[in-house]
């Protein structure tokens, strides 16, 4: 008995080949690719001896095995992050220039230099106590591509810095600044943390504070545009690299994938996750290799390239509508601010390091710079929009901090048809305590 299992064991002897362990450094490309398979690893290639034909049957199909034993490390390719243009402006291969007319690219110029001057003034409110809180997008103003690439119908579900969109698709500096103000005209009532914008006439759902619940929420709306035959529109979901940290990153991308929803998953990977750097939240080669692991179309972009994130954004709508099926873009950005007005960042990062970014990787100064090379704009342009810009922002930050609050009836209101008892008894409490105690409580204009 004992001869013959040995003899077994000798049949099927393995003999390990080769040892390969590759490493990946991180680099661009110009190649717009969605990324789907596996490869690259550190492999230990074995063969047997000899082979006894299997059964023909499905679960055994040959197809579906290999013998070569392998343990996948890094993926080939999604390593290097897509960009049209480098930190000059010069476009680096002239097949991927989308051919943008001089008076578009303008209008994301424009735009841009608005969200950054709004972000400056309503940063230094906040620090005066003129607003309860902000988040500002220094250095993830290229994204404003994501936006041009959209269309109106399409549903965003935002994470908190991507007003881009909004200014976009038409909503105004007054409504930002209403909204930050928690004043009578603002469209959320007053409910909501500044920042927490949502507009219903622009199809973007209204920002919620806790993380990743936008991620399951958009797969979820994706599935009802599938279901109810429109072929026309998508969802698009923003987060950030710390939020693919979250449960409902992985319950929305699995849900998306095996539903085949048209959805577009944009992550913006910034380098921090409030005070976390990435280094310290995974061990990997970013976000993307997660949605190649659901089976999702996959590509990592420059996020500080306008025209990479257009032209990523375009090419992943054009798969969500079509095949209806979702896609994962990553984009590689750095966030030059604090994460917000509750942070400090230079408790965890070198000051150096962030003034280096900002000065030589300034997805602005990048945009500019290529208009220049087109002769499109000039020094003189750009500071007489600095000019003009700052005084319309100011003047509506003016008018939105002097308008009244809203009515404090409206803290009770629209959560049911019908207000019930419970509700009801809660607002004559409140009445009765502001009547009780005069001196605690200034309802003038509330």
Not at 241 to 255: C, I, P, V
Not at 381 to 392: G, Y
Request: charged share 25%.
């Amino acid at each position: 008995m004992y001869r013959t299992q040995l003899s077994s064991i000798a049949r099927t002897r393995m003999t390990i080949r080769s040892i390969t362990v590759p490493f990946q450094h991180y680099k661009y490309s110009h190649s717009l690719l969605t990324q789907q398979r596996l490869c690259s690893s550190t492999a230990i290639s074995v063969s047997p001896s000899e082979h006894n034909g299997p059964p023909s049957a499905s679960w055994n199909d040959v197809d579906k095995f290999t013998v070569d034993m392998g343990f996948v490390q890094h993926l080939k390719d999604i390593s290097k992050a897509y960009r049209v243009m480098d930190h000059t402006g010069q476009v680096l291969n002239p097949k991927h220039d989308p051919n943008l007319s001089k008076e578009t690219v303008i209008d994301w110029y424009r735009k841009m230099v608005t969200l950054r001057t709004m972000d400056e003034i309503l940063y230094e409110a906040q620090r005066q106590g003129r607003i309860s809180f902000y988040m500002t997008h220094y250095g993830e103003e290229a994204m404003i591509g994501s936006a041009a690439a959209m269309e109106p119908q399409d549903v965003v579900f935002g994470q908190y810095r991507e007003a881009f969109m909004l200014l976009y698709r038409g909503f105004s500096i007054d409504e930002c600044m209403n909204q930050c103000f928690s004043n009578a005209l603002d469209g959320g009532k007053g409910r909501q943390m500044p920042v927490h914008y949502g507009s219903k006439e622009h199809n973007f759902q209204t920002i919620s504070s806790p993380l990743g619940t936008q991620i399951p929420q958009a797969a979820g709306a994706a599935y009802a545009l599938k279901l109810v035959g429109d072929k026309q529109a998508c969802t698009i979901c923003f987060f950030g690299e710390g939020a693919a940290s979250e449960g409902d990153f992985h319950a929305g991308l699995n849900m998306a994938a095996t539903l085949r929803c048209p959805v577009i998953f944009f992550c913006r990977n910034n380098g921090y996750a409030i005070s976390t750097p990435a280094a310290e939240q995974y061990n990997g080669d970013g976000i993307a290799p997660r949605g190649i692991g659901y089976g999702i179309d996959t590509i990592c972009i420059d996020g500080n390239d306008a025209y990479a994130v257009y032209n990523a954004t375009k090419a992943a709508r054009a798969i969500a509508v079509t095949e209806n099926k979702p896609v994962l873009i990553e984009a590689k950005t750095y966030r030059v601010g604090h994460h917000s007005t509750s942070d400090d960042s230079t408790k965890y990062r070198d000051r150096k390091e962030v003034e280096e970014r900002a000065k030589f990787d300034n997805p602005m100064t990048r945009l500019r710079r290529h208009m220049e090379l087109k002769n499109w704009w000039t020094a003189q342009e750009d500071e007489e929009l600095r000019k003009e810009t700052r005084k319309v922002v100011l003047t509506s930050f003016n008018a939105a901090e002097k308008h009244p609050k809203p009515d404090r009836s409206e803290l009770f209101t629209d959560v049911y048809d019908e207000m019930p008892p419970s509700l009801i008894a809660q607002r004559d409490e409140l009445e009765e305590l502001i009547q009780k105690y005069p001196e605690y409580y200034t309802p003038d204009g509330h």
